[in-house]
């Protein structure tokens, strides 16, 4: 066997990128093949201990950040993006059985979890394949789109496209409350860097197109309403089709 080497990096597209995601996709299989036997509330609770174990990973992951990062601010680790806040609501949804919030976490968080592999944030391009960073950051968002999808693959949730509305328009007041937490935590001095959701300035290629267009805080990214929307309805359509 080859020595691994140390020094390899995760780019987006490399064949380290792709490891995570051929085992992301492993994953998300075995999860559906072990869910086949139960019955609907140990489907359930499937996705609820995947939920608990995600947020687990998540947390242990931020904590880590410490030692990783010299800028490390505990006020900027919250779970205030969006993938953390589909985490929790993927625990909230799997314990009150909601389509709504289903829907959520299977557009939404699924989304969310993609983007974040194809255009990582600064602090997470071009990341060495054998740190805590790749494998919080990579790890992470990998079981979340697992726990997301698993509503679906496990048949607790079957995607209509009128329900593609809703996700939406809760992305956009999700960011809104991130953006008064981004406010007083720059306003107190608590983080003056603070920019969860990419309210305050943009981060990724997608977000710095809208802010040469309105470069207006939080109101440039309007426009994420109706991409995330029409993502729902071609995922929800695909997955009709493939229900059927």
């Known amino acids: 066997m080859k020595h691994l080497n140390k020094d390899a990096r995760i780019k987006v597209f490399n064949k380290w990128w792709w490891m995570y995601v051929v085992l992301t996709a492993v994953v998300l299989t075995a ?23 995600e947020l687990i990973i998540l947390r242990l992951y ?34 009150i059985k909601d389509n ?8 939404v968080g699924t989304l969310g979890a993609v983007l974040a592999f194809v255009m990582p ?3 997470n391009r071009d990341q060495l394949v054998f740190s805590k960073q790749a494998y919080g950051f990579y790890g992470y968002h990998g079981l979340l789109i ?12 079957i995607p209509k496209i009128s329900d593609c509305l809703w996700p939406a328009i809760w992305t956009f007041i999700l960011a809104v409350i991130a953006h ?5 935590l720059r306003k107190t001095g608590l983080n003056k860097k603070s920019n969860y959701v ?35 309805a071609v995922l929800f359509g695909l997955l009709s089709l493939l229900n059927h």
């Open 121 to 123: 944030d600064s602090y």
């Open 100 to 107: 709504t919030l289903m829907a959520y976490c299977v557009s």
């Open 62 to 95: 931020k904590y880590s950040l410490k030692d990783i990062r010299d800028d490390y601010n505990w006020y900027n680790e919250l779970p205030c993006y969006l993938c953390n806040q589909s985490t929790i609501i993927c625990i909230i949804a799997s314990i």
């Open 31 to 53: 999860v559906t093949l072990l869910g086949r036997g139960l019955d609907e509330n140990g489907r359930y609770r499937m996705v609820l201990y995947l939920s608990i174990a």
């Open 180 to 184: 008064i937490v981004n406010y007083i």
């Open 146 to 157: 697992v726990t997301c999808l698993s509503f679906y693959t496990l048949g607790l949730y």
């Open 198 to 232: 990419f309210t305050w300035y943009p981060d990724n290629i997608i977000l710095e197109k809208m802010w040469k267009l309105l470069p207006v805080k939080l109101l440039y990214m309007l426009p994420v309403m109706p991409i995330f929307a029409a993502f729902s």
